[in-house]
């Protein structure tokens, strides 16, 4: 149905949305979100928002899987935690010790990591409405990766009572990515490197 329409963004007027009504949506090929009671969906991103993906998880493989410090996950895969019923994060970085949260085909938990890639329909999602829901639900750390300027912001700190991260970072182009909470870095110019397509 969306396959000739332009990438959307959506949500219901209404603030009713929860687990329960979540579960049967229809597996669509969109991706639907539940915060804070509201749907939100969006339709298939594009090749390079998908290529920065995965570079990024390649680089989360080597320094945080086989270093067998955790494991890292990605999208559409319903992550469950308070005020988030749930979300679909285009990245997740789970620590070995808290694998227990995976269950019944689904996270219900605290992640160590959140990542997200902005995408031109919808940034406003990621940099305001899921970076609180993230800060009120204690994610230790959350990417923003920002295609159009090619650099990424880094927030930390959640604080639950002021409903955003204390720290935020801004990584350059030419910056070098070094995370607080993981043992995680690199050049960020990595993300977007030898793309075949740099539409974003």
Same mark, same amino acid.
């Given at each position: 149905m969306t396959t000739d329409l332009p990438e959307l963004a959506l949500r219901s007027q209404d603030a009713g949305w929860n687990r329960e009504r979540w579960e049967r949506?229809?597996?669509?090929?969109?991706r639907y979100e539940v915060i804070d009671g509201v749907?939100?969906?969006?339709?298939?991103?594009?090749?390079?928002h998908q290529w920065i993906i995965r570079q990024i998880?390649?680089?989360?493989?080597?320094?945080?899987?086989?270093?067998?410090?955790?494991?890292?996950?990605?999208?559409?895969?319903?992550l469950f935690m308070p005020g988030c019923d749930p979300v679909q994060p285009d990245i997740i970085v789970i620590r070995?010790?808290?694998?227990?949260? #995976?269950?019944d085909r689904r996270i219900t938990g605290i /992640?160590? *990591?959140?990542v997200e890639v902005l995408s031109p329909s919808?940034?406003?999602?990621?940099?305001?409405t899921k970076r609180k829901a993230y800060a009120r639900a204690g994610v230790p750390e959350y990417w923003i990766v920002r295609p159009a300027s090619r650099d990424l912001l880094?927030?930390?700190?959640?604080?639950?009572?002021?409903?955003?991260?204390?720290?935020?970072?801004? #990584?350059?182009?030419?910056?070098?990515?070094?995370? /607080?909470? *993981?043992?995680?870095?690199?050049?960020?110019?990595?993300?977007?490197?030898d793309a075949p397509d740099t539409t974003w």
């Open positions: 949506l229809p597996e669509d090929g969109n749907l939100y969906m969006t339709t298939a991103p594009s090749a390079f998880v390649r680089i989360l493989f080597v320094q945080i899987d086989d270093a067998g410090i955790g494991i890292t996950l990605w999208s559409p895969l319903g070995t010790e808290n694998l227990h949260i #995976i269950h /992640p160590a *990591l959140l919808n940034p406003t999602q990621d940099t305001e880094l927030c930390t700190q959640p604080d639950a009572a002021l409903g955003d991260y204390a720290g935020s970072d801004l #990584i350059a182009p030419d910056g070098t990515l070094v995370s /607080p909470t *993981l043992p995680v870095r690199t050049p960020i110019a990595r993300f977007f490197a």
